[in-house]
């Protein structure tokens, strides 16, 4: 490996941890005592931190120095496996809360409604739309797949419970017309990854 493929690899990778952390140049310059030009110096290849500040990098991502100058695919540690798993559950859990909160409300007011249970129902397509942004930014096809999926049919089954009229029957084809061609790009993004 050359200098120049050393400095590039190292790049990637504190840029690649850095922006998994979700932290600036600037604050990650901040916890090194080094300015984000530093740090932005770093990450376009144009320069190496020393030994010790690559340590402190490795040592704040949880990493090993290995990993850092290493020029395979970059390793997830467990500090970011379990922001992976919290973040979004924490999420969904907020949307429930939100559409308990919008249930309560509904309840409370001086006129009656009788419907103000569909909060619960219009949560659930709120939860697979947030389980597919996070599929899409941590998780791979599959989840993805299954997460637009779940919007699918459960943006079908609100439909259908808050307007039951024998009619939106023509929905159900469209669906299933939308559920295949997901399935098919997500087949056709498999196979090109591979």
């Known amino acids: 490996m050359t200098e120049q493929e050393f400095k590039k690899t190292v790049a990637k990778k504190i840029a690649y941890y850095r922006k ?18 530093s740090v932005s110096k770093w990450e376009r290849g144009e320069g190496l931190p020393d030994a010790y500040v690559l340590s402190r990098i490795a040592e704040h991502f949880g990493v090993t120095l290995n990993d850092l100058v290493n020029p395979e695919e970059p390793k997830i540690s467990g500090k970011f496996i379990k922001k992976r798993e919290f973040v979004p559950y924490l999420s969904i859990g907020l ?44 998780y791979g096809l599959v989840a993805r797949t299954v997460s637009i999926s779940g919007i699918i049919w459960s943006v079908f089954a609100a439909a259908i419970i808050t307007f039951p009229v024998a009619k939106l029957n023509f929905l159900l084809i469209a669906c299933a017309i939308f559920q295949a061609l997901v399935i098919l790009w997500f087949y056709m993004m498999y196979r090109t990854k591979k």
């Not at 006129?111 to 659930?124: G, H, M, Q, S």
């Not at 597919?132 to 941590?138: A, K």
């Open 20 to 37: 998994l952390e979700g932290i600036t140049q600037g604050e990650l310059g901040e916890l090194l005592n080094y300015s984000d030009k």
């Open 95 to 138: 949307a429930w809360l939100v559409a308990a909160v919008a249930f309560f409300v509904l309840v409370l007011l001086p006129f009656d409604i009788k419907r103000e249970w569909l909060a619960f129902i219009y949560a659930v397509p709120v939860s697979f739309i947030i389980s597919t942004v996070f599929s899409c930014l941590w």
